[in-house]
Nanobody
Framework: QVQLVESGGGLVQAGGSLRLSCVAS????????MYWYRQAPGKERELVAT???????NYADSAKGRFTISRDNAKNTVYLQMNSLKPEDTAVYYC?????????WGQGTQVTVSS
C-alpha cells in the first residue's frame, strides 16, 4: 500500500504563486514517474505535469511556461511550483504514482485563484 499526501493548496489572487508538495510513503519513489493532475468542478481530471525517475519533465499546454514540476528523492517528495496563476487554474490538485500493484492517488489539495 502506497500513501500520497498533498499539501500547499490555498486561496491566491490571480497572478500569484503556490507551491504544492506530495510526499510518498514508498521507498521506491525514486524509481517511478510522478504525476500531477487536477480536476475542476464539473470537469474531468486532467494531467498537468509529469516527471520521470531521471528528471525528465512534461507539461500540459495550459501549464507550460508557468508551472514547474520537480522532485527530491531523498525526501520522497514531488513538487509543483505554480506561477502566474489564473482563475481557470482553480481545481483540486492530485499527485499520482504507478507501481507494480497499481496506480495510487493522494487525497488532493484545493487551489482557488480569485480574479
Amino acid at each position: 500500500q502506497v500513501q500520497l499526501v498533498e499539501s500547499g493548496g490555498g486561496l491566491v489572487q490571480a497572478g500569484g504563486s503556490l507551491r504544492l508538495s506530495c510526499v510518498a510513503s514508498t521507498n521506491i519513489f525514486s524509481r517511478n514517474t510522478m504525476y500531477w493532475y487536477r480536476q475542476a468542478p464539473g470537469k474531468e481530471r486532467e494531467l498537468v505535469a509529469t516527471i520521470t525517475s531521471g528528471g525528465s519533465t512534461n507539461y500540459a499546454d495550459s501549464a507550460k511556461g508557468r508551472f514547474t514540476i520537480s522532485r527530491d528523492n531523498a525526501k520522497n517528495t514531488v513538487y509543483l511550483q505554480m506561477n502566474s496563476l489564473k482563475p481557470e487554474d482553480t481545481a483540486v490538485y492530485y499527485c499520482k504514482i504507478i507501481i507494480l500493484t497499481g496506480a495510487y492517488w493522494g487525497q488532493g489539495t484545493q487551489v482557488t485563484v480569485s480574479s
